[in-house]
């Protein structure tokens, strides 16, 4: 679904008092739009969760999103960068793998 789409339609859920986290793939969609919390993850398009067919690293983007929501001190927006736990980070990325094919 479309970056934008995604920030508005959060945008109007928290309005509405439903807690939102959104993953964002364009950088740029989220400073634009801001929305109410994101987390930006540095991966291609169509892997917003890393690579396919990998739980940990899935789980590990899930997690990070999540603990979006517990920053009890920080106002909307929040607009975080995703950094991998230091042991998944220095396997190959997605895109290392698709530049590969």
Do not use: W
């Not at 398009?45 to 983007?61: E, I, N, S």
């Amino acid at each position: 679904m479309c970056n934008q789409t995604v920030s508005l339609i959060a945008a109007e859920l928290e309005r509405q008092g439903i807690s939102t986290v959104t993953l964002l793939l364009l950088r740029e969609v989220g400073e634009a739009v801001r929305p109410p919390r994101a987390l930006f993850v540095p991966f291609p398009h169509g892997y917003p969760l890393d690579r396919p067919d990998d739980p940990p690293r899935q789980r590990a983007v899930l997690e990070a999103a999540l603990r979006l929501l517990e920053e009890t001190g920080a106002r909307p927006p929040l607009l975080v960068e995703y950094r991998p736990p230091k042991a998944l980070a220095i396997e190959a990325s997605p895109a290392d793998r698709l530049g590969a094919l």
